[in-house]
């Protein structure tokens, strides 16, 4: 069964698809004139005698743009279908036109606030916390964050909502904290608790967006390829694009860390991209204006798979020939392949991208000893704390602006702080014993176990020691 409609307008080059399908839902694309309308609702009407299911004209609507009043009403008469308006949700992701505003996303937003209000958080530990947020709400993302680049400022506000349930259990009641968001944001074994940071999240999906945009053979990237780039080099003019505002930010991320692996050398640019090193501009420290008079492309510099560097050229640049005869040219013809320099197999995935994008800290030796499988991570968590230095002691408190008397309220003889409390007071001393008399085994002196590594750092204040260890 086929039909004939005139198609939108896309590039010179491409053409617009008529139709997306996923699962019983499709949408259709096609210009307003009458004719195809009415090939259009001769197909479904066909389509509804040879299967028997008739279309559900509440559940259609028309999204129409650069049409007037009275077309559309005309066309409403003929389909029957209601009409749309952007912006809308379709597959839980919002549709848009233009850059993304916060607007579009508060539904999402409002998702993610509800449900973190109507956890029971005073029942959970911190420990529960974090993980109900590790697994649920940044899944709530995912989808959205991967095609949009959600506004920053949003992206804040939701931190923030995730960090006062993380500490509290309160998504507005914000509670004083030791330990900053990107280091609690870090990975297990560099300190952290393995949350991800959205904001760096959102970059590594705008990055890896790129690179698909980049490489994809599917529709939507050639459509956006034609709109957008222009050889090498990518548009600064505006366009009326929803994902372009993300992708075009890392465009020159991609270029600095990536590598071409010669082919044809049709997509090559010969002077500026890197595919023997670094760019010949900057090898032989040329400017543009040096190179302008010369072909661009690469292929340009290829004859029956062998370097053709012209005479003119060398004596020009006496060392482009020795430069260019390091690289083997491909007896098989295919084409060039971009490369991503910072992993052995040359692709990049969401993986590497959020490894690219965040930030990263030294490997703390004692992380693997609390974050085991032997031990709930309700008690894995209090040993990081203590580590961290992020028990609200008095001697925190006060650091912070309290001004509190000081006094240990287990042994009544010495100021409050975290080393006394686990190290140095005699009632958790004596806890310890016990609690080891009753395993039937010795327990070290918690002071020798710690004095180590002080002595190993050659630290002496308590709290420097804590967070380096």
């Not at 968001?181 to 959205?198: A, H, I, N, P, Y």
């Not at 970059?203 to 698909?212: G, P, Q």
Request: charged share 20%; aromatic share 12%.
């Amino acid at each position: 069964m086929k039909i004939k409609i005139s198609l939108m307008k896309a590039t010179r080059n491409t053409q617009f698809p008529s139709h997306c399908f996923y699962a019983d839902d499709l949408m259709v694309y096609c210009k307003g004139k009458m004719s195809n309308l009415e090939a259009l609702k001769d197909l479904f009407t066909r389509y509804a005698n040879c299967s028997g299911q008739i279309i559900n004209l509440r559940k259609f609507s028309i999204f129409y743009g650069g049409i007037t009043p009275n077309r559309l009403h005309d066309i409403v008469n003929l389909l029957s279908f209601s009409i749309g308006s952007i912006p809308f949700t379709y597959l839980g992701a919002p549709i848009f036109k233009g850059k993304p505003k916060p607007i579009y996303f508060k539904g999402i937003a409002d998702k993610i606030k509800l449900k973190l209000a109507s956890w029971k958080a005073s029942l959970l530990s911190v420990a529960g916390r974090v993980q109900l947020v590790k697994s649920a709400v940044q899944g709530m993302l995912v989808h959205t964050i991967s095609i949009y680049s959600w506004p920053t400022s949003l992206l804040r506000e939701i931190e923030k909502w995730i960090r006062n349930f993380i500490w509290s259990g309160d998504i507005q009641k914000r509670k004083m904290v030791t330990v900053a968001w990107k280091k609690v944001c870090s990975d297990l074994d560099e300190g952290g608790l393995g949350t991800k940071s959205l904001i760096c999240l959102n970059e590594a999906t705008n990055l890896k967006l790129c690179w698909d945009l980049l490489h994809s053979k599917e529709q939507w990237a050639i459509i956006i390829r034609s709109r957008t780039l222009r050889g090498a080099y990518c548009i600064h003019h505006h366009i009326l694009s929803s994902i372009w505002n993300g992708i075009k930010q890392e465009f020159n991320t991609i270029k600095e860390n990536t590598t071409w692996l010669l082919g044809n050398g049709e997509k090559i640019q010969f002077w500026s991209d890197s595919w023997c090193g670094e760019p010949i501009l900057q090898i032989l420290n040329l400017t543009h204006d040096q190179i302008q008079e010369y072909p661009q492309c690469l292929s340009s510099y290829i004859q029956n798979y062998q370097w053709s560097i012209p005479d003119n050229l060398h004596q020009t640049f006496p060392q482009l020939r020795m430069l260019v005869s390091q690289i083997t040219i491909p007896v098989r013809q295919r084409e060039d392949e971009l490369i991503w320099r910072h992993n052995n197999y040359g692709t990049l995935t969401m993986k590497d991208a959020f490894e690219f994008k965040k930030q990263h800290f030294p490997k703390k030796k004692w992380a693997k000893l609390i974050w085991s499988k032997d031990f709930p991570p309700s008690k894995s968590l209090m040993v990081w704390r203590l580590m961290m230095n992020n028990f609200p002691t008095d001697e925190n408190l006060i650091e912070r602006g309290c001004n509190i008397p000081s006094m240990c309220s287990l042994c009544c003889k010495h100021t409050e702080n975290s080393f006394h409390l686990f190290f140095e007071c005699p009632y958790s001393i004596n806890i310890s014993c016990w609690f080891a008399s009753i395993l039937n085994t010795f327990i070290f002196n918690p002071w020798m176990i710690f004095g180590h590594y002080v002595k190993e750092h050659g630290i002496h204040n308590v709290k420097q020691s804590s967070l380096l260890l």
